[in-house]
């Protein structure tokens, strides 16, 4: 169609340019009327430079099998297409997005290599200004991308320490008081012997010991109160047997599920062949139940170091497929064990987990990096507002995806920030505490290396980010990788004309 210079000057993009510059854009380029349908599509060349005279544009990009909406506009001047041209060989001239229209739409277009040549010779400041910004910014971000990664690893190393610090310091204890009880043991071993028993009393004092131990495995825990309770039975029974310090051995055998039954029964067994056996036959119990709940103590220690470093290991992925299939669930256990360190006590974490669901194909390294900056930005949230609150991580299924949600009662997101929060270098933290890459580091992963999207729902005391990940993926390494800023989707097109970019 022809090309008016009169009209493309009424574009607040070419509004300050000369007739003659005027001119030979429109000898360059040309007018092209496209009715209802595809403009061009993500990921082909990118040949062309679009601005919009009239009409309605959408854009949109591929997520798993869905194609999400960016952004709708029927604003005249709103240009889209090769907008790095300028840039030349130095970056892939890739279309980062798709874009259709709905209506019949007029477009200016102008070959790639006339908008990167006029670029050039008529804003030769401008373009090295913006040749700057992009490499600069894209240098910088890495660079504190790495810093920032060295700050996370420092923060998750301090916050394993400690968790590892209290089980290891429990074996410790329970060590050292397990070896002291097992020596009176042997004391006490000795002085039965040698007190001239009755070997079939001793016979079956060890049954006794034997039965002890297996009721000592199957204790159940009781509330204070029951325990206090039955810690006041046990100690009026001792001390009306004459056991010495029965105050002390009591609450020994309420622990390791003893009751006044159970000593009757010992009593019984023992006054059948020697009356002044009992007090011995106590406690030489009371050192068996003693060295039972000291092993279980370590065992239970023990165990809790091991899942710490098993959720390490899955923290890392060290050893493991870096694209792999993985369950979701076991990501964020990892991650909120790693992190419980900084989430501290006062917040309370739910988890909402669908166990049903599948599994997905996934960087499960990269995914727990995401994560972490989520729960990190929750526990920030949180604690701004005080320190209490709850943070809710929940799964489930959304059509053809799976949905993990991080859920915090802060103050909000403001809507005036809400459309920015995933730029690179922005952030609401004070100087200092926060680089502004978090967000967009996790944007980058979730929809450009996995194909998923990232959204945000936020109210004060509600704030929800939700992450959506295909439950089936490309191929590895098939993500398209664009320095384009992500586009918050629910926002209004931007008032300024200059910001007016689709």
């Not at 007029?106 to 790639?112: E, G, I, K, S, T």
């Not at 009026?236 to 056991?243: A, E, N, S």
């Not at 091991?306 to 076991?330: G, I």
């Not at 978090?438 to 509600?462: M, Q």
């Amino acid at each position: 169609m022809p090309c008016s210079p009169a009209e493309i000057s009424s574009l607040f993009l070419f509004e300050k340019l000369t007739p003659e510059q005027l001119g030979r854009l429109c000898g360059e380029g040309g007018v092209e009327a496209f009715e209802p349908g595809p403009v061009y599509t993500e990921g082909e060349p990118a040949t062309c430079f679009y601005v919009m005279l009239e009409g309605t544009v959408v854009l949109y990009r591929r997520v798993g099998g869905d194609d999400v909406e960016v952004s709708r506009t029927s604003q005249r001047g709103v240009y889209a297409g090769a907008m790095q041209a300028y840039l030349g060989d130095r970056v892939p001239q890739l279309y980062t997005n798709s874009m259709r229209v709905t209506e019949p739409t007029r477009f200016f277009v102008l070959p790639a290599e006339s908008f990167a040549a006029v670029m050039r010779e008529w804003f030769p400041m401008a373009a090295h200004l913006l040749e700057g910004l992009f490499f600069g910014s894209k240098n910088t971000q890495r660079a504190i991308g790495q810093r920032e990664r060295l700050l996370a690893l420092g923060s998750l190393s301090a916050g394993l320490t400690h968790e590892l610090n209290n089980p290891a310091a429990a074996a410790v204890r329970a060590t050292a008081t397990l070896r002291e009880r097992v020596a009176k043991m042997r004391h006490k071993l000795s002085v039965i012997a040698g007190g001239g028993y009755d070997p079939q009393a001793l016979t079956r004092l060890i049954e006794i010991q034997e039965r002890t131990a297996e009721l000592v495995a199957k204790a159940q825990v009781l509330s204070p109160l029951e325990a206090s309770d039955r810690e006041d039975a046990l100690g009026d029974w001792l001390d009306d047997h004459g056991i010495q310090e029965g105050w002390r051995i009591a609450p020994t055998f309420v622990q390791a599920g003893l009751d006044v039954d159970w000593l009757e029964q010992v009593a019984d067994t023992v006054a059948a062949t020697d009356t002044d056996m009992l007090p011995g036959a106590i406690g030489w119990l009371n050192y068996t139940v003693e060295t039972e709940l000291l092993m279980d103590e370590i065992d239970d220690s023990t165990n809790r170091i091991s899942r710490l470093v098993d959720a390490a290991k899955q923290y890392s992925q060290l050893d493991r497929a870096p694209f792999r299939v993985v369950d979701v669930h076991e990501l964020l256990d990892s991650t909120l064990l790693m992190l419980s360190g900084k989430i501290g006590r006062r917040i309370e974490v739910v988890k909402d987990y669908d166990r049903t669901l599948p599994e997905v194909p996934a960087y499960p390294a990269e995914l727990n990096q995401v994560w972490t900056n989520l729960v990190d930005n929750a526990v920030f949230a949180i604690n701004s507002a005080g320190g209490e609150g709850t943070l809710t991580v929940r799964t489930a299924r959304e059509g053809d995806r799976l949905l993990v949600e991080f859920r915090d009662t802060g103050p909000g997101v403001p809507p005036e920030v809400r459309g920015r929060i995933f730029d690179p270098f922005f952030t609401t933290k004070p100087v200092g505490e926060g680089t502004g890459l978090g967000l967009d580091i996790s944007w980058r992963i979730v929809v450009n290396k996995h194909h998923g999207g990232l959204h945000v729902e936020s109210v004060p005391g509600d704030t929800r980010f939700q992450v959506l990940l295909p439950l089936t993926a490309p191929e590895p390494d098939a993500e398209t990788d664009t320095d384009d800023p992500p586009s918050d989707p629910t926002s209004d097109p931007p008032s300024d004309p200059a910001e007016e970019t689709v």
